[in-house]
């Protein structure tokens, strides 16, 4: 008999106890007994314990805290060695999960015969006024069956760095082959640790252990649906930051790696530590030649097509601090002098195709067949939306659903209600 919880929930948390104790609540909320929270509680200035005590009188839920602070990729290792579970997901403060998440994900593994890795899409709840936790939602991606993907292909899809890591037209599959906002099965996580020695590698841990779970895996599930809302909003996310913040970038990658020169000349475009792809290129290629088997074996990492992202990324920072932007500028015209003629190429068309980014995806409501209406309902109630767009097959305007900036808390029970009859009227 196997005495593991389903799955493990480990969130790693630092200095954000106002966000962390709304997440558990909805954890806490979960509609079955098969799982497990893990905080790890590294902050600085906010220790969370008072946040966490009245939660572990459920012996589901585990607080721990180092003994000093960690790095990100450091303490998501720290906490992920306490999971118990059958599947682990990592998780933030940000993350509020539906009641039947939790049992969503234990049917599928069950149906699907214990998948190695299991993904699903999230809602987003645009916060204006965090100390009032108020913002506005309205629905953005339609529920559809469960399906399975290829790990290889999607490992291909990755490496290619044709579509953009973080594109619209493609948001149906952010999540696809992580840990952080998906479940890996235990069998593939203790692979990734007897190979590297830790699950999350710096500079970009979250696609690091992506890479390597998919190295590993054959057959992974897209639930096909969202399991969860994500806040987001000024201050809340610190990877948006680094991307377009010189100084926030500089300050992570100084807590984070021992030799800060010598990191960013191992780029693989030396010396340019701007925006993501580059970062991200660059632990694909150090994870990739960790592996000579696997499906890593199989995958070509598409250098020219970084580039071109990057050189999007660079006219997107905000902040320089003391850099001085022509030096940047410099790297990337230099790196590019040196390619091929049919590299080049490749680097111009992302740039070209940099519409993509914010072209939408099929899986969008507002984009997935239904007819385009101009009607506007003031305050319309989530049973009301679903039938407008599952029985009437119209697409009301994107407004928020509320006249007024919505708590978060009503927020997320239009979102339970609106998914929950959705499904009702699909046959989900």
């Known amino acids: 008999m196997n005495d593991r919880p389903f799955l493990s929930y480990v969130l790693p948390t630092r200095d954000r106890p106002q966000l962390l104790k709304k997440c558990l609540e909805y954890l806490c909320a979960q509609q079955t007994d098969d799982y497990e929270v893990i905080v790890s509680d590294n902050s600085i200035n906010k220790p969370c314990k008072d946040v966490v005590a009245p939660f572990l009188k459920d012996k589901k839920f585990k607080y721990f805290r180092p ?3 960690l790095s990100m990729p450091d303490n998501w290792d720290f906490a992920i060695e306490k999971a118990q579970g059958q599947y682990i997901t990592v998780i933030n403060e940000k993350f509020l999960f539906h009641p039947r998440a939790t049992t969503v994900l234990q049917e599928l593994a069950d149906e699907f015969n214990t998948p190695d890795i299991l993904s699903w899409q999230y809602e987003h709840f645009a916060m204006s006024d965090g100390e009032g936790q108020r913002g506005t939602y309205h629905p953005l991606i339609k529920p559809v069956m469960p399906s399975v993907y290829s790990a290889l292909e999607e490992l291909k899809r ?7 890591l973080f594109g619209r037209s493609t948001q149906e599959k952010i999540s696809f082959g992580k840990i952080y906002s998906g479940a890996v099965n235990r069998k593939i996580v203790e692979k990734i640790k007897q190979h590297y020695g830790r699950i999350f590698v710096p500079m970009s841990p ?4 992506m ?15 969202s399991l969860m ?15 377009v913040s010189l100084p926030a970038a500089k300050q992570f990658l100084e807590e984070t790696t021992p030799d800060f020169s010598q990191y960013i000349s191992q780029l693989v475009v030396p010396g340019f530590w701007l925006g ?6 660059s632990d694909y290629a150090c994870i990739k030649a960790m592996y000579s088997t696997g499906n890593l074996s199989k995958v070509k990492l598409n250098i020219p097509a970084a580039l071109g992202w990057a050189m999007i990324e660079y006219d997107q920072v905000t902040e320089w601090g003391d850099e001085d932007p022509a030096n940047f500028k410099k ?15 490749i680097t111009d068309s992302i740039i070209e195709k940099n519409e993509k980014i914010r072209q939408p995806s099929p899986r969008e409501i507002y984009h997935s067949g239904l007819t385009k209406s101009d009607i506007y309902i003031p305050d319309i109630s989530p049973e009301e939306l679903a039938r407008y767009h599952w029985e009437k097959q119209l697409a009301l305007p994107r407004k928020p659903v509320s006249t007024s900036p919505q708590h978060l808390d009503d927020a997320m029970q239009f979102y339970i209600k609106y998914t929950n009859f959705s499904l009702e009227l699909l046959g989900l």
Request: aromatic share 10%.
């Open 67 to 69: 003994t000093e602070p």
């Open 211 to 225: 890479v390597c779970a998919l190295n590993f895996s054959n057959k992974c599930v897209d639930v096909g649906r």
């Open 158 to 164: 990755r490496f290619d760095f044709i579509e953009p």
């Open 276 to 281: 993501h792809n580059i970062f991200i290129a």
């Open 206 to 209: 979250d696609f690091t252990s």
């Open 331 to 345: 790297i990337l015209d230099d790196f590019y002098a040196l390619l091929t003629d049919e590299e080049k190429a």
């Open 229 to 243: 809302m994500v806040v987001s909003g000024e201050n809340i996310s610190n990877g948006e930051r680094t991307k």
